[in-house]
T-cell receptor
Framework: IAGITQAPTSQILAAGRRMTLRCTQD?????MYWYRQDLGLGLRLIHY???????GKGEVPDGYSVSRANTDDFPLTLASAVPSQTSVYFC?????????????FGPGTRLTVL | DQQVKQNSPSLSVQEGRISILNCDYT??????FLWYKKYPAEGPTFLIS?????DKNEDGRFTVFLNKSAKHLSLHIVPSQPGDSAVYFC?????????????FGSGTQLTVLP
């Protein structure tokens, strides 16, 4: 079934540890996105990529990095996790990042940093 | 300060009645608006959208109304069904580089009572 997969589904992590959240899409979409969802704040954009090889910063990029080596994968890395990064993380993709493109979301990764 | 606001965290309606979910925005550069629906443990799914050149868009039981002068949009669901029970996120976008970055509201939990 075409779509977006995210791994892991959930993770408990000690503060200071490094963590990579994985995201893979099989829709051959050019644009991909990472959001975090926090209670009372909705979803906030962390980083995005218009196409393979390019990335950009969203609203809340500090403490996170991304790479886009190919079309399908868009991993999100926390170099040294802190408790404020406890959240649910959603990866999304869209065909081209254009004006009327629909963003399709993965099922999310629930991350707890202790 | 949040640029997209959903001031009602929750809403309960009886099955068969109309559900009206509201959203306000502050950024006059937003020109495209979307509603997403989210079930627990799943990613958001696109529901309906509207461009700023329109004031209404309809898709089956779902209608979105846009009042640009008031910077307000609403989602009407008629008739409401128990399966509509979910969190509804309003989102807005304006051109930003070559990627459409969505700004989300905090969500409204809709409960449709049988």
């Amino acid at each position: 079934i075409a779509g977006i997969t995210q791994a892991p589904t959930s993770q408990i992590l000690a503060a200071g540890r490094r963590m990579t959240l994985r995201c893979t899409q099989d829709m051959r979409h050019n644009a991909m996105y990472w959001y975090r969802q926090d209670l009372g704040l909705g979803l906030r954009l962390i980083h995005y990529s218009n196409t393979a090889g390019t990335t950009g910063k969203g609203e809340v990029p500090d403490g996170y990095s991304v790479s886009r080596a190919n079309t399908d994968d868009f991993p999100l890395t926390l170099a040294s996790a802190v408790p404020s990064q406890t959240s649910v993380y959603f990866c999304a993709s869209s065909r081209s990042g254009g004006r009327t493109d629909t963003q399709y979301f993965g099922p999310g990764t629930r991350l707890t940093v202790l | 300060d949040q640029q997209v606001k959903q001031n009602s965290p929750s809403l309960s309606v009886q099955e068969g009645r109309i559900s009206i979910l509201n959203c306000d925005y502050t950024n006059s550069m937003f020109d495209y608006f979307l509603w997403y629906k989210k079930y627990p443990a799943e990613g958001p799914t696109f529901l309906i959208s509207i461009s700023s050149i329109k004031d209404k868009n309809e898709d089956g039981r779902f209608t979105v109304f846009l009042n640009k002068s008031a910077k307000h949009l609403s989602l009407h669901i008629v008739p409401s069904q128990p399966g509509d029970s979910a969190v509804y996120f309003c989102a807005a976008s304006g051109s930003s580089g070559s990627a459409r970055q969505l700004t989300f509201g905090s969500g409204t939990q809709l409960t449709v009572l049988p």
